[in-house]
């Protein structure tokens, strides 16, 4: 017997044998899922508290821009210095971490009263692929639709704010692509939008991706302001696979295996593939009829970790500290073992020094 004919038969017996390959297809299971186990995420937790210490800045930003450092200890990366961001106003409180990330992609803004018109615009803005598009999409969509907000005062458009908001969303997409075709080499970054407005009585939110806002109402309980654009969704999933395009899981679905959201502004190369839009869904509540008490807004680095309602009954315990819980709810993400940037805003509704809801419909 020959020695290729014994690594033969070795091969067929044992490499190729249906043991061996069900060992292999749960070796690669456990590796793709153990960071989803709650056991997992339980001991990732508590080790992870044991090893940071957070130390919050004084500083305050007006519209998302780094105002300091933070030192983390953290098993995943050397220690380093990592970017924290805040905002304490009167009525909104926003605080973020670069958390464990190698970067900061994570943007924010807020205008409250723009020019004494009693309108207000919350901006939330999650990058992936680098920060251009988020940093981008923060200054020119905001600024758009102020302009635009204040063309409707003095009558020169009347648009519904959820056609503004489609409107400006789509033609800063559209700008975005038009510099990031122009760069060399081309610029591929990517960003989430979730933008709230509120316009006298009315809160008006568009969504493009999977950054997320909830509503606590005057009963406690929560309410949706938006819903994820996921690529498994039946709706998405059909409209990529009509245009050529395809979703695979990696730890989660993504599509063309890259993006683990299915909207998004930026992303050339799949924007140009048709496989990615960023149309924003649009959804509108009477303020005067859910008399709400706070408002959050933040991107996936805290979703992944926290649920709806135990992100609303987490702030409704800690709306007396400076930023509204934002802060707390940020580290206790942390602490739980979020992998992701983290950035969260609380809107208080039921702060009559500042609210411009409250003075113009109570």
């Avoid at 200054?139 to 020169?156: C, F, I, P, Y």
Wanted: with cysteine; glycine share 8%; charged share 25%.
């Amino acid at each position: 017997m020959t020695l290729v004919s014994v690594v033969s038969r070795f091969i067929r017996l044992y490499v190729l044998s249906t043991e061996m390959m069900i060992l292999v297809a749960f070796i690669f299971l456990l590796y793709n899922f153990i960071p989803y186990i709650p056991l997992w995420k339980f001991m990732r937790s508590a080790r992870v508290k044991m090893q940071v210490k957070l130390s919050g800045q004084n500083g305050t930003v007006p519209n998302g821009k780094k105002i300091g450092v933070e030192k983390t200890i953290d098993s995943v990366f050397e220690d380093k210095e990592r970017a924290s961001w805040e905002l304490k106003g009167e009525n909104v409180g926003v605080f973020a971490i670069q958390g464990r990330r190698p970067h900061m992609e994570d943007r924010f803004n807020v205008v409250s009263d723009l020019e004494n018109t009693g309108t207000s615009i919350y901006g939330m803005f999650d990058g992936h692929g680098g920060e251009f598009a988020a940093e981008f999409v923060e200054k020119t969509l905001v600024k758009s639709l102020m302009v635009r907000l204040l063309q409707a005062e003095n009558g020169h458009t009347v648009d519904s704010a959820g056609r503004m908001l489609t409107d400006q969303v789509l033609e800063v997409d559209r700008q975005l692509l038009q510099i990031a075709r122009s760069t060399m080499p081309v610029e591929i970054s990517g960003t989430t939008s979730l933008v709230a407005m509120v316009r006298n009585s009315t809160l008006t939110v568009a969504n493009t991706g999977d950054s997320r806002g909830v509503i606590c109402d005057k009963y406690g309980k929560m309410i949706p302001l938006s819903f994820d654009h996921k690529p498994h969704q039946i709706k998405e999933r059909l409209r990529i696979q009509q245009a050529g395009g395809f979703i695979s899981f990696n730890g989660v679905w993504r599509v063309g295996g890259v993006l683990a959201t299915s909207r998004a502004m930026g992303d050339l190369p799949l924007k140009d593939k048709h496989f990615l839009i960023a149309d924003p869904d649009i959804l509108t509540f009477d303020l005067d009829e859910l008399d709400p008490k706070f408002m959050i807004l933040a991107t996936d680095g805290l979703w992944d970790y926290f649920s709806n309602e135990e992100a609303v009954e987490f702030v409704s315990e800690r709306l007396s500290e400076p930023h509204f819980g934002a802060k707390s709810l940020v580290l206790q993400a942390y602490y739980r073992g979020s992998l992701d940037n983290i950035t969260v805003m609380v809107v208080d509704f039921h702060n009559n020094r500042t609210s411009q809801y409250n003075k113009k419909s109570r």
